[in-house]
C-alpha cells in the first residue's frame, strides 16, 4: 500500500491501516521521543500519546508538505506539551551565558556514551540542545514552543553544551585519547 493509500485509509479510521502506520513509522518516531524525554518509559508513553493525536489529527494533514515532517512536528509538540503541563522543568530566565562552542575531541568517542550523556542533561537543557541542535530549531521558534526569550534558549543551550564538552573531557582524560 502507498503512504498515500495509507493517509486516505487512516482518515477513514482502519484500524488495520492504522497498525500499519504505527509499523511504519514508530521507530522513528520512538527515536524522538528518547529524545524529549527522561527515560525509556516516558519516551513510550510519549509515542503512544502521539500516535492518539496523529490518528485524531490526520484528517487536518492535506498532502501539503511531507506527511514524516508533520507526524515528526506532531511527537515533538506532544512531547513538549506534556512537560510544559507537568511544570517538569524550569527554564533559566537569564541571559546568554558565554557560548560553549570550543571544538571538543568526541570522534573516538562512543556514540552509546554520548546519548547517554545527553540523556542525562536536565530537561531543561535537554530539550533545548535536542530542539537546536539535533532538530534544527532556531533560538526564536524555540523560545515560541517553550514560551521563552532567545537569550533563555541560547543561555540554556550554552549551559547544555557546557556540560557535555565537561563530560566528553573527562571521558577522554580517562581513557586517554
Known sequence: MTLDE???QCKRQDATAQGELYKRYSGTL????LK???NYVEAEDNLQDSFLTIFKRIEQYEGKGSF????????????LQKY?????FEINNEEQIEDANE??????VPLDFLLKIVQ???ARYRLIFNMYVLDGYTHKEIGELLGISDGTSKSNLARGRAILKAKIEAY???NNL
Open 6 to 8: 495509507l493517509i486516505i
Open 84 to 88: 510544559r503541563k507537568k511544570r517538569d
Open 36 to 38: 524529549y524525554s527522561p
Open 103 to 108: 571544538e571538543v575531541e568526541a570522534e573516538n
Open 172 to 174: 577522554n582524560e580517562q
Open 120 to 122: 542525562e542533561l536536565p
Open 68 to 79: 514524516e515532517g508533520w507526524i515528526k512536528r506532531i511527537t515533538v509538540n506532544t512531547a
Open 30 to 33: 520512538f527515536s524522538i521521543c
